[in-house]
């Protein structure tokens, strides 16, 4: 069963913007999906559009198979979203948000509190509960979002850049805490424009440019197109002369720290190997951050060069 | 969505919504009840005693009816298109449309919210005119049913304002310049026989006169719509009549998404 199914979404605002231009879509069950693109691209529109926020001008929308407008009620159960801004009544208590959420879904007094423990506990705003939703910083108010997105446990989750503007040390623990509920079994959809983030927590992606989908695949797919990689030696020894490895661009970042390009075709073992004949002992070694973003650009670029 | 789950989610919005107006108590509850003492004391009290009688009625005692309407007018309309737009503004109405609610279902929430305020606040204002003069009530079915379906038509009212405003200018608009003027000459504080004959007639465009009066015949036992050859009932159909046309107008424009969805 596909999670999330999209044929021939088309979207056209007042004065003629084009924002979506008949996108097709699909999204396994049990997937942790990325929808990348740049500002303007059409990300928020096609979230916008699955969470019946934006009306469609023409296409289909399934949510775990069914129809949105066919069977809007039923479609909706099933779906959580988490939006790009604050959307509930900051002047209301915590507990009272998340409790009156799931009330929206349906659910009695008793079943609503006890959700809305849980997921309160889960992101460590329990704590919090009794507190008006204004006088708490703004990762707080993201944990809210979240709990918020899942207190009528959805089978979908979407969120929509869940971690702009937050802390290292929150985005780390909503990553956690979105791997472990998509272990459980909630199919995740994720607009970021963390690449790491993507590359990091999802294993299917499309790429949406101008309104359209410009690649669909796997993440790992997509990597293996990477013509080079370039990884961070860190050293033992400091080193004051960058030492030749015939074959390999490399770069002395720092006496203790050498950056090397590795071709798709070479192996790392050479450089190993030469290193240490030169005797240079390495004490660690990681790949460079940013894969996905040389990927990302070379994919977006004549867009992006169009705006400017 | 089935039933007992619509029912679940009903009395969710309409909890928020009495949360939201007995949280800020000071400003929804309290305010009304000062003014209408105002009224009491002012014309009531010092100029009424003066102006003798009014309708065949103690002016304090004509004024009654027509100043508990004019507070359930007044707070259903402010407590829809204040929330509603509120909502709006700060999109937190988004956390509503992305659930499995049915449109009529939000409308309905929102306007019991708006019928709850209405109602207290006429409850409150009852409360403070019995200080001043002891009230008889004629005819409860009526008198409950006039203030109930006024208060729904005019929780209706904001929430069409709500719906349609893209600015706060534009929710104080309406009250200020339209429903206002129609509530003081819509025979609040006057009978329209005082009124020449012409303009007797042009009050007869004000559905709110109707409104009033029906009300006051409901505890006094008579008003100007007997003197002027309508009856009770007229004024009951055209209330009905005026709420189907606004839900109707309402549901039709959230189905649309209009005001609520780009």
Known sequence: MKALSISNLKKEYQGGIQALKGIDLEVEEGDFFALLGPNGAGKSTTIGVISSLVTKTSGKVKILDIDIDENHSLAKKKLGVVGQEVNFNQFEKVGDIIRNQAGYYGLGFRKSKENAKYYMKKLDIWDKRNEQARKLSGGMKRRIMVAKALVNNPELLILDEPTAGVDIELRRSLWDFLTEINNNGTSIILTTHYLEEAERLCRNIAIIDSGEIVENTSMQELLTRLEVETFILDLLQPINKLPEVSGFQMILESPKRIKVTVEKEQGLNAVFKSLSELGIEISSMRNETGRLEELFLGLVEPSLKEKD | ?262
């Open chain 2, 1 to 262: 969505m089935n039933a007992s789950e619509q029912i679940k989610a009903l009395a969710t919005i309409l909890y928020k919504e009495i949360h939201r107006f007995m949280r800020i108590w000071t400003q929804t509850l309290i305010p009304p009840a000062i003014m209408i003492m105002l009224y009491f004391v002012i014309f009531g009290t010092l100029i009424g005693k003066r102006i003798g009688q009014m309708g065949g009625f103690d002016y304090v005692q004509f004024m009654i009816p027509g100043l508990i309407m004019m507070s359930v007018i007044s707070n259903s309309y402010s407590n829809v298109v204040s929330s509603f737009f509120g909502q709006k503004f700060a999109r937190s109405i988004e956390e509503l449309l992305i659930t499995p609610l049915p449109h009529y279902l939000i409308l309905t929430g929102w306007i019991l919210g708006g019928v709850a305020r209405g109602l207290l606040v006429g409850a409150i204002v009852t409360i403070v005119s019995l200080w001043f003069y002891d009230l008889n009530v004629n005819n409860w079915p009526l008198c409950i049913f006039v203030v109930i379906s006024t208060s729904v038509l005019f929780s209706l009212g904001g929430f069409l304002n709500a719906l349609f405003a893209e600015s706060f200018d534009d929710i104080s608009i309406i009250p200020t310049f339209i429903m206002q003027p129609l509530i003081y000459l819509g025979g609040v504080f006057y009978s329209i026989q005082l009124l020449p004959p012409f303009w007797q007639t042009v009050s007869l465009a004000n559905p709110i006169l109707y409104m009033i009066n029906a009300f006051r015949y409901s505890i006094l036992g008579s008003s100007d719509l007997e003197a002027l050859g309508f009856s009770i009932y007229s004024a009951l159909g055209m209330i009905v009549g005026f709420i189907v046309l606004f839900f109707c107008i309402c549901l039709w424009s959230l189905n649309k998404g209009r005001g609520i969805r780009s």
